[in-house]
T-cell receptor, first 114, second 114 residues
């Protein structure tokens, strides 16, 4: 079946450091790939997505590129801020009938210190 | 504010209690979901209601009983729960039949079973 594997956390960085959170997936066909973010006390929010190979999703300074050859969708940001502290979830989606179903990774806790 | 509201935010219950979680979405979506979020585990999809009909169950124990009276409201009825059911329960909604595959999440109900 489909699965998503994320690098283990927690990740602790200083402000303005470079961030990489690794994500690899297992799925047949051509899934869409997502990064969701969960700030403290809140539900998940879509951060960015990519729907086909070599697509790059980007939002709020975060980027991720859909790499089919390595089945990866690593999240990167060049300079993190304290406000980026949150849990980040990688996910994939495959359509079933009229809708789509998401498979999530375990989440990676990021803490950014001033 | 994501347009998905969950109540209560926190719930403590004994193993013999009966309680219900409520979710309401104000986005005009036609699909709603219950997810379970436990520490160090991927989000688990529990139930999906699409066009008010339950289309997926994922072998959830019968002590969890969903109800979707209309496209805007979703309930999760709980009875004789176990301590391992303690988790954050997230509700989400989406618009099916569009290739946007984006879920909107509520802030969740943090459930503790004593």
């Amino acid at each position: 079946g489909d699965s998503v594997t994320q690098m283990e956390g927690p990740v602790t960085l200083s402000e303005e450091a470079f961030l990489t959170i690794n994500c690899t997936y297992t799925a047949t066909g051509y899934p869409s790939l997502f990064w969701y973010v969960q700030y403290p006390g809140e539900g998940l929010q879509l951060l960015l997505k990519a729907t086909k190979a070599d697509d790059k999703g980007s939002n709020k300074g975060f980027e991720a590129t859909y790499r089919k050859e390595t089945t990866s969708f690593h999240l990167e940001k060049g300079s993190v801020q304290v406000s980026d502290s949150a849990v980040y979830f990688c996910a994939l989606s495959r359509r079933r009938g009229s809708g789509s179903r998401l498979t999530f990774g375990e989440g990676t806790q990021l803490t950014v210190n001033p | 504010e994501t347009g998905v509201t969950q109540t209560p935010r926190h719930l403590v219950m004994g193993m013999t209690n009966k309680k219900s979680l409520k979710c309401e979405q104000h986005l005009g979506h036609n699909a709603m979901y219950w997810y379970k979020q436990s520490a160090k585990k991927p989000l688990e999809l529990m139930f999906v209601y699409s066009l008010e009909e339950r289309v997926e169950n994922n072998s959830v124990p019968s002590r969890f009983s969903p109800e979707c009276p209309n496209s805007s409201h979703l309930f999760l009825h709980l009875h004789t729960l176990q301590p391992e059911d303690s988790a954050l329960y997230l509700c989400a909604s989406s618009q099916e039949n569009l290739r946007n595959e984006k879920l909107f999440f509520g802030s969740g109900t943090q459930l503790s079973v004593l």
